[in-house]
């Protein structure tokens, strides 16, 4: 009998908890981090057929079999791994890229567990070929979107653009000002090289657009850009995506500093290729948010990878863990993605910090 009481404790224990997680508690209670999500995740297709774009693949009569079935599962993964990034009190924001429309987002925040913490989406179509965009969701009991763009490099034929917009969103978060750019750069696929002048032509966008909000809005700017850049921090690409003008007269110097690169030089990634482990998923952030001393404020080490046990399994070719992705190539495994997500903390900085 005392063992069946002690059981009946860790239950109630459970059943408040899980209370707590559905009660959508806010992430904005004194000492609390509003905490800060991306995640690639990997074709997170309907199964409609959309005929301006080429999703024929990810169809139930497609080469990759997509059923409702898996669709749903897909979803369900998904919610895990957001509540679980948020320890129970899921993230403020969360970004994604490799969604095809607003209505998987749909499903995800109003068929699911996430329902119960008052999300909104941003999202428009990208021109994409696959259909796949850039979007986010966030809380509206602490995030307050003020403007929203979506942003492609400046040509005289804006129709020749075939890879994915920047989605910028200006937000309001405890009575401070964020200004938020999501990325999902063109593809490596077929070498590094592969995609490397678009790379450069989005970086210069981002680059320009944050040295304009910087100059304009004045030092105490708070920038946040994030997202896949299928580069490693240290690559040139995005070596030049921190070589902003603001700083008259000293080309070495940057108000924007990548949070991944110190995680990178650890030898850590985000995605696994052929046994190594890349860093192209990352957080950028303007240097007040680690220096400032009032409002929304973060440190380097509030940066990280969320990689628990359940988004990873044994790589059979290369020794080792690698996301448990949903396909291997057009082999379905029902995992969650190819990627890991980036998280960072914000916290209320306090006076004479």
Same mark, same amino acid.
């Given at each position: 009998?005392?063992i069946?009481?002690?059981?009946?404790?860790?239950?109630?224990?459970?059943?408040l908890?899980?209370?707590?997680?559905? %009660?959508?508690?806010s992430?904005?209670?004194?000492?609390?981090? #509003?905490?800060?999500m991306?995640?690639n #995740?990997e074709?997170?297709f309907?199964i409609?057929?959309?005929?301006?774009? *080429?999703? /024929?693949?990810f169809?139930?009569?497609?080469?990759?079999?997509?059923?409702?079935?898996?669709?749903?599962?897909?979803?369900s993964?998904?919610?895990?791994t957001?509540?679980?990034?948020?320890?129970?009190?899921?993230?403020?924001v969360?970004?994604?890229? =490799?969604v095809?429309?607003?209505?998987?987002?749909? $499903?995800l925040i109003?068929?699911t567990?996430?329902?119960?913490h008052?999300y909104g989406?941003?999202h428009?179509?990208?021109?994409d070929p696959r259909g796949?965009?850039?979007?986010l969701?966030?809380r509206k009991?602490?995030?307050?979107?003020l403007?929203?763009?979506?942003?492609?490099p400046?040509?005289?034929? %804006?129709e020749t653009?075939?890879?994915?917009?920047v989605?910028?969103?200006?937000c309001?978060?405890?009575?401070?000002t964020?200004?938020?750019m #999501?990325?999902h750069?063109?593809?490596?696929?077929? @070498?590094?090289?592969?995609?490397? %002048?678009?790379r450069?032509?989005?970086? =210069?966008?981002?680059?320009?657009?944050a040295d304009s909000?910087?100059?304009?809005?004045?030092?105490?700017?708070?920038?946040?850009?994030?997202?896949?850049?299928?580069?490693a921090?240290? /690559?040139?690409?995005?070596? *030049?995506l921190?070589?902003? *003008?603001?700083f008259e007269g000293s080309?070495?110097?940057?108000f924007?500093?990548?949070?991944?690169? $110190?995680?990178s030089d650890? @030898?850590?990634?985000?995605y696994?290729?052929? @046994?190594?482990?890349e860093?192209?998923?990352?957080?950028? #952030?303007s240097e007040?948010?680690?220096n400032?001393?009032?409002?929304?404020v973060t440190?380097r080490?509030?940066?990280?990878?969320?990689?628990?046990?359940?988004?990873l399994r044994n790589d059979?070719r290369?020794p080792g863990p690698?996301?448990?992705?949903?396909?291997?190539?057009?082999r379905?495994? @029902?995992?969650?993605? $190819?990627?890991?997500?980036?998280?960072l903390?914000?916290?209320?900085?306090?006076?004479g910090?």
């Amino acid at each position: 009998m005392h063992i069946n009481g002690i059981n009946v404790r860790v239950n109630k224990t459970l059943l408040l908890l899980l209370f707590v997680a559905s %009660a959508g508690y806010s992430q904005e209670k004194p000492g609390s981090p #509003v905490r800060i999500m991306f995640y690639n #995740v990997e074709n997170l297709f309907d199964i409609q057929d959309d005929t301006l774009t *080429s999703d /024929d693949d990810f169809l139930p009569q497609g080469v990759m079999r997509w059923t409702y079935s898996r669709y749903k599962k897909k979803i369900s993964s998904l919610y895990k791994t957001i509540i679980a990034a948020g320890d129970w009190d899921p993230p403020a924001v969360a970004a994604f890229c =490799e969604v095809e429309n607003k209505k998987v987002m749909e $499903d995800l925040i109003y068929n699911t567990g996430l329902s119960n913490h008052n999300y909104g989406i941003v999202h428009e179509e990208s021109p994409d070929p696959r259909g796949i965009d850039v979007c986010l969701i966030y809380r509206k009991d602490i995030v307050r979107i003020l403007d929203y763009e979506y942003w492609v490099p400046n040509r005289k034929n %804006a129709e020749t653009f075939t890879s994915r917009s920047v989605l910028y969103a200006k937000c309001q978060i405890a009575g401070d000002t964020l200004h938020l750019m #999501v990325n999902h750069w063109p593809s490596r696929r077929g @070498g590094v090289l592969a995609g490397e %002048a678009l790379r450069s032509e989005i970086a =210069e966008l981002v680059r320009n657009k944050a040295d304009s909000i910087y100059r304009t809005l004045a030092f105490g700017t708070k920038i946040l850009i994030m997202g896949d850049f299928n580069a490693a921090p240290h /690559d040139l690409v995005m070596q *030049s995506l921190l070589k902003t *003008s603001s700083f008259e007269g000293s080309g070495n110097n940057s108000f924007l500093i990548n949070l991944a690169a $110190d995680v990178s030089d650890e @030898g850590k990634g985000t995605y696994r290729y052929m @046994g190594a482990w890349e860093m192209i998923d990352q957080i950028i #952030v303007s240097e007040i948010l680690l220096n400032g001393d009032d409002g929304l404020v973060t440190r380097r080490d509030l940066f990280r990878i969320f990689s628990p046990e359940f988004l990873l399994r044994n790589d059979a070719r290369f020794p080792g863990p690698s996301p448990w992705s949903t396909y291997h190539g057009y082999r379905y495994q @029902g995992g969650y993605s $190819d990627h890991l997500p980036v998280i960072l903390d914000l916290y209320q900085a306090k006076q004479g910090e």
